[in-house]
């Protein structure tokens, strides 16, 4: 099973600030990655797959990096709205489909 | 409008029976492998279970292999977790998931979720 461990577990971020989110994965995924984001009471909502592909409606702010081992999702200008929890998740090694543990990013 | 609704949650005793449902609705819901992922109280995202399009391929986490059962009624366009033997580590919020794929150049399927429904609650407690 891959091992999936995200980096920080939260992060306090003012609004218009960069924000940059870690990932890694125990072993090699290639490009086998998919980012969410989860605020309060709602469901998952997916972001970014193929570690770099930013789902349908997604804004521009949002954009993922890496292959391998290493990820990162980078908000460039955080909105009040981005305020949440995110998720990363591998898909190359299934089953188990796994996700990391979350990185809460909060109001500064 | 795409959309999954899932239902049947609720509370029930450690031991006990819970059949959750999910009611797809705005996508070819046979064409699509379908996903039940569940959140534990203040926790992380756990993969639960996965069926394939025809119900034929089925896989389970292991900490429910045996206890669950996953299928679908691709003429309701609904998916079903028949869940038994109810554990109080089972509580969660369990999520119906749609999975698409990318297909590698060796035409490896990978699948990851790209729908979500809102969630049902489950709370096994006496």
């Known amino acids: 099973e891959i091992v999936m461990t995200q980096s920080p577990a939260s992060l306090s971020v003012s609004p218009g600030e960069r924000a940059t989110l870690s990932c890694r994965a125990s072993?090699?995924?290639?490009?086998?990655l998919a980012w969410y984001q989860q605020k309060p009471g709602q469901a998952p909502r997916l972001l970014i797959y193929?570690?770099?592909t930013r789902a349908t409606g997604i804004p521009a702010r949002f954009g993922g990096s890496g292959s391998g081992t290493e990820f990162t999702l980078t908000i460039s200008s955080l909105q009040s709205e981005d305020f949440a929890v995110y998720y990363c998740?591998?898909?190359?090694?299934?089953?188990?489909?796994?996700f990391g543990q979350g990185t809460k990013v909060e109001i500064k | 409008e795409v959309q999954l609704v899932e239902s049947g949650g609720g509370l029930v005793q450690p031991g006990g029976s819970l059949r959750l449902s999910c009611a797809a609705s705005?996508?070819?819901?046979?064409?699509?492998?379908m996903a039940w992922v569940r959140q534990a109280p203040g926790k992380g995202l756990e993969w639960v279970s996965y069926?394939?399009?025809?119900?034929?391929?089925?896989y389970y986490a292991d900490s429910v292999k045996g206890r669950f059962t996953i299928a679908r009624d691709n003429a309701k366009n609904s998916l079903y977790l028949q869940m038994n033997t109810l554990r109080a580590e089972d509580t969660a919020v369990y999520y119906c998931?749609?999975?698409?794929?990318?297909?590698?150049?060796?035409?490896?399927?990978?699948?990851?979720?790209?729908?979500w429904g809102k969630g049902t609650t489950v709370t096994v407690s006496s």
């Open positions: 998931a749609r999975a698409s794929s990318v297909v590698s150049p060796s035409n490896y399927n990978y699948y990851y979720m790209d729908v």
């Open positions: 705005g996508f070819a819901f046979n064409f699509y492998e």
């Open positions: 069926i394939g399009p025809s119900g034929t391929t089925i």
């Open positions: 072993q090699s995924i290639s490009s086998n």
């Open positions: 193929g570690a770099s």
């Open positions: 998740q591998q898909y190359d090694n299934w089953p188990p489909w796994t």
